[in-house]
C-alpha cells in the first residue's frame, strides 16, 4: 500500500511516504499565508499523490490547533481535490515535531541538517497511523 503523511503547520508542510510499510520523509512546502502558496501546496501534494500512486492519505491532527481556520481551510481544498477513491485518514500528532527533533539531536544529526524535521514528522504521523491499523 501507498501512503502519503502529511504534518500540517502554519510555516511548514511535512510530507513523507510509507510504500509497503517502508517509510521515508519526502520534502517539506513552505506555507506562508496567501491563496498562492496554498494553491500551490495543494498542486504539489496533488502531483506527489498522483506521481506516487497514493492510495491513502494520512494527516496529522493537532487537538490544539485543528480548530484554527488556516487547518479548516487546507483540509477543505485538499478534500475538495483528492479523488474519492483516495482514502483519507487522521492521525494524533501531539509532539511528533519535538520527538523527531530530539531523535535528530541524539543521532547526532547536525543542526544545520536538522532543517527536514517537518518531513521526519510527517513520517512519524505515518508510523503511527501504521501502528493503530495493524493492531
Known amino acids: ?3 502519503l503523511g502529511i504534518d500540517y503547520g502554519t510555516k511548514k508542510i511535512g510530507l513523507a511516504i510509507s510504500v509497503n510499510n517502508y517509510i521515508r520523509p519526502l520534502k517539506i512546502l ?17 502531483k506527489l ?14 487537538l490544539g490547533y ?7 481551510d487546507f483540509l477543505y481544498n485538499l478534500k475538495q ?6 482514502e483519507i485518514n487522521f492521525v494524533d500528532e501531539y509532539k ?5 527533533k530530539k531523535t535528530m539531536v541524539d543521532a547526532g544529526i547536525a543542526k544545520n541538517k536538522r532543517n527536514l524535521d517537518d518531513s521526519f514528522a510527517a513520517a512519524e504521523i ?4 501504521l501502528d493503530s491499523v495493524s493492531d
Open 49 to 62: 499523490i498522483n506521481e506516487e500512486y497514493i492510495e491513502v492519505v494520512v494527516i496529522g491532527r493537532n
Open 1 to 3: 500500500m501507498r501512503i
Open 66 to 72: 485543528e480548530d484554527s481556520k488556516e487547518y479548516k
Open 126 to 129: 505515518l508510523s503511527r497511523y
Open 81 to 86: 481535490n483528492i479523488p474519492s477513491h483516495i
Open 96 to 100: 511528533t515535531t519535538d520527538s523527531t
Open 30 to 46: 513552505n506555507n506562508i499565508s496567501g491563496h498562492v502558496v496554498e494553491n500551490e501546496n495543494i498542486s504539489q501534494i496533488m
